[in-house]
């Protein structure tokens, strides 16, 4: 029988103090969680999970077992408690919720992920079991940000190396096996400058809770815990801030199909917004554009921003460019900017405050009727680069090339004016920002366009791009579920 996983407590907490339980990630032990010792001041006991071949288990035979790790917790939680995995340590703690719901013990709280692959998706680390010593630990410092000391500590090098070459045979023998979204609310981090997890890769975790997913990108690499501990622990311990920082644009998205209470609260419409709903004839349009308009009317009150019974100041542009609400932020002095796209039933809203931004969307199986202007809205490279690609690929392509022209126009305050066939985004790579190109025929107000960078977001069903002037900004993702925003003002619940 494999003996009891075993954990340690960093500091001492009276009993009943809500529990969270920390997996490192792969080579690492209790030290990558010491910035914690302090951090949480009594919020919650932190336990990191002693894997073996590590620590006090160094001479312990045995591969790493989440089933193991759930039993232990089963056994030992006595308070509400959650789990936070960085990296390797994101997809044991995701198997091992999973393994608590098959034995049928209180799920956590919250499950919390840093700087990890959605479970779907093939680790790196996996792929390189074949490398001997020395290129693994040059391979560690260039793609994962581990100490360039690594290189000249033996002693070091001999207890990191067996325990990580434990952890990478799991990830190579791991096959992610479908199953019912968990029903406990995901949180994760990223760090904006990591060479292994991209930021917009971890959106992915949004498809495994039926719960609030809830993503924050810090300004870091992929072993964000040494640097960012302290940030990780205040936004663990007291949730996000309503308020974008410069860098951050706050993303939301919303199935309205899922939030009927959104689409039904007509005495929340303007009386513009009221008429115009009068005016859809079908159905479906109506209830989307009552959700569509309440939506942004609760998210924008939680940023501290009324209207009243009036609508939000639109920009020079009109349509659905990115819209000013009426005056700041009180106790900011700086105006928010929000912009909206939708598709369907799908809605994303993106916020900034003290600049400009834009959102497109669309959805990779759109609703009858509804159809995105390719023809008209690519350029001929454009046309071309699709011709050429095979049949499956170009919808996908073609959304990404549409959703861009439609969050720059946005963002500039074009609506849908401009010709976005007089600029383009032909030979441009997923999963890099995009640089609007600009036709020499086009007028001199259209080569401002080329000064906005369009990131991607990956949404399973839909394609969403924000576009804003910085090369790169630092995102905060959150869906928005049922009993979310179920009040004027006032968070149920998330």
Not at 262 to 270: F, I, R
Not at 294 to 312: C, I, S, T
Not at 317 to 329: K, M
Request: glycine fraction near 10%.
């Amino acid at each position: 029988m494999l003996p009891e996983t075993p954990f340690a407590s960093l500091r001492r907490h009276p009993p009943g103090t809500p529990l969270l339980f920390c997996l490192p990630y792969a080579g690492g032990d209790v030290s990558a969680f010491w910035a914690w010792r302090q951090a949480f001041d009594g919020v919650f006991d932190v336990r990191v999970v002693m894997l073996p071949g590590r620590e006090g288990r160094v001479a312990e035979p045995g591969a790493l077992s989440p089933e193991l790790i759930a039993r232990s917790i089963a056994a030992h939680h006595r308070t509400p408690y959650s789990i936070y995995g960085h990296s390797m340590g994101g997809r044991v703690a995701f198997e091992v919720v999973r393994e608590l719901r098959r034995l049928g013990v209180r799920a956590p709280e919250c499950l919390y992920v840093g700087a990890a692959h959605p479970p779907e998706r093939r680790e790196t680390l996996g792929r390189w079991t074949g490398l001997g010593d020395e290129d693994l630990i040059e391979e560690l410092i260039h793609r994962l940000g581990a100490p360039a000391e690594l290189r000249t500590q033996p002693e070091v090098k001999a207890l990191l190396i067996p325990a990580l070459r434990t952890d990478m045979e799991w990830l190579r023998r791991y096959r992610f096996a479908r199953q019912e979204p968990l029903d406990v609310p995901i949180v994760a981090f990223a760090g904006a400058h990591d060479r292994e997890v991209a930021h917009p890769v971890m959106l992915g975790w949004a498809r495994h809770t039926s719960s609030t997913f809830r993503l924050h990108t810090l300004d870091a690499a992929h072993l964000f815990l040494a640097t960012h501990g302290d940030q990780v622990a205040r936004t663990i311990a007291a949730g996000p801030q309503q308020r974008p920082a410069p860098d951050e644009v706050h993303v939301w998205l919303a199935d309205l199909e899922e939030l009927p209470e959104l689409c039904a609260a007509v005495e929340e419409l303007s009386p513009g917004e009221a008429a115009r709903a009068a005016r859809l004839g079908q159905e479906d349009r109506r209830r989307w554009f009552v959700g569509k308009s309440v939506l942004r009317r609760r998210l924008l009150r939680e940023y501290g921003v009324e209207h009243g019974a009036g609508e939000p100041r639109t920009r020079p542009g009109g349509g659905e460019p990115g819209t000013r609400p009426g005056g700041t932020r009180p106790g900011t002095g700086t105006e928010l900017t929000c912009s909206l796209g939708q598709s369907g039933g799908l809605v994303l809203v993106a916020l900034t405050a003290g600049r400009e931004v834009g959102a497109g969307l669309a959805h990779l199986r759109p609703p009858a009727g509804e159809q995105a202007p390719f023809e008209e809205a690519l350029d001929e490279r454009e046309r071309d680069e699709l011709a050429a690609l095979p049949e499956e690929l170009r919808l996908h392509s073609a959304l990404r090339m549409w959703t861009a022209k439609q969050a720059v126009l946005k963002a500039a305050g074009d609506g849908m004016r401009a010709n976005p066939a007089l600029f383009g985004f032909a030979g441009q790579r997923p999963g890099t920002t995009w640089t609007p190109e600009v036709a020499p025929e086009a007028t001199p107000g259209m080569a401002r366009l080329a000064e906005w960078r369009v990131t991607h977001l990956p949404l399973g069903r839909a394609v969403a791009a924000i576009a804003v002037r910085a090369p790169r900004f630092l995102l905060r993702f959150e869906t928005v579920r049922q009993g979310r925003l179920v009040r004027q003002g006032v968070e149920a619940a998330g």
